[in-house]
């Protein structure tokens, strides 16, 4: 059976999207250049809407989306879409919150690794002419502790991957550990303050929250070990990014790596003075596979939800 929904995606998206949609019968209007002003002329001839991350779905677009059933995101947080409007209109918000588990789970490994061999500053190195090889002696991940703060989709698949290193993992969540995930990579149960002071590395996989907001504040980082490199792929706020540098800077962390920052695009931000820091532009979930299973769990979930099936 077909349906005849109309359909505005905002944003560049996997073309699988569009087909899936298509060989249902919706009609796309595929407009990945589109403005916020023509997004708010155009917005009330369409039943769902889908944005990934250049859109920002205000309360002033979603109030005049006065046919609209559906909000997609092709994406994990919803931070870009005004959840209250939608609510209120009766728009039935979703997201691909499993879509970017894989691609941030091997960044953090890519930065455990990088972090432990000095990989990027050896490369630094070269290019200007200095070969590093005496002081860049770097330690192994085999055997080392890394602490998972919030074992959702995330934690949980960069637990499995460390596990394969041969690296301890302890893990800290607000909810319940899945047992049955404990038991296969050997997780240890911690409160925060044990993990943070128990562990070579931490991963943050928690997301922005007013609880979470600065939950890695300067107090915090003078219980890790001096050696210890804490790595944020979440979200910017999560880490006090002030406190981490003094911590880097004055010795008493041994490093970090940070996809996602309280100010971006983090241009200028002095972090990237530090030499046992890594910094990339969120990239978290910018892989062609990470973008194209996103966009397929958000085709069958519309499709889903048009079939009254969830
Ligand atoms: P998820 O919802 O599956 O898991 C989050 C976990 O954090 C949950 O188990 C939750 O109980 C736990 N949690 C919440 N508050 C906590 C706290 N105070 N202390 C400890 N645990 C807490 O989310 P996910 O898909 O694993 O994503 C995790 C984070 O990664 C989110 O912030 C998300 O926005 C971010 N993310 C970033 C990128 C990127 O490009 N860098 C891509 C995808 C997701």
């Known amino acids: 059976m077909g349906f005849d929904d109309s359909v505005l995606i905002c944003d560049e998206v996997d073309p699988v999207l569009n087909k899936i949609l298509e060989d249902n019968g919706l009609k796309v209007s595929y407009e990945p250049k589109i403005t916020p002003d023509q997004i708010k002329e155009k917005i009330s001839n369409f039943n769902i809407v889908i944005v990934r991350s250049r859109t920002t779905l205000t309360k002033e677009m979603i109030e005049k989306a006065d046919k ?49 061999r000095q990989t990027t500053r050896g490369d630094r190195a070269i290019r200007n002419g200095q070969w590093l090889k005496n002081e860049l002696k770097g330690t192994e991940l085999r055997g080392k502790y890394l602490g998972i703060v919030g074992l959702g989709n995330i934690g949980k698949r960069l637990g499995r991957l460390a596990r394969a290193l041969n690296m301890n993992i302890i893990g800290y969540d607000v909810v319940p550990i899945d047992e049955e995930f404990a038991k296969e990579v050997g997780l240890m149960k911690a ?44 979200r910017g706020g999560v880490i006090d990014e002030d406190a981490l540098y003094e911590a880097i800077k004055s010795g008493n962390l041994g490093g970090a790596a940070l996809d996602v920052f309280e100010k971006e695009p ?45």
């Open 68 to 116: 609209c059933k559906i909000i997609a995101r092709v994406g994990v947080g919803l931070d870009n879409v005004d959840q209250v409007a939608a609510k209120e209109k009766n728009i039935r918000v979703i997201n691909a919150a499993e879509g970017a588990m894989n691609a941030v789970a091997e960044l953090v490994l890519g930065f455990m690794l990088s972090l432990a």
């Open 191 to 234: 409160d925060l303050d044990t993990l943070l002071q128990s562990s070579d590395y931490i991963s943050l996989h928690v997301p922005l929250l007013d609880s979470t907001y600065h939950l890695i504040n300067a107090q915090k980082l003078s219980t890790m070990k001096k050696t210890a490199k804490i790595i944020n792929t979440s």
């Open 266 to 310: 983090a241009i200028g931000n002095k972090l990237a003075e530090l030499d046992n820091v890594i910094l990339t532009p969120h990239i978290g979930a910018q892989t062609k596979e990470a973008q194209s299973l996103a966009a397929n769990i958000i085709g069958e979930k519309i499709i889903q939800i048009l079939r009254g099936v969830i």
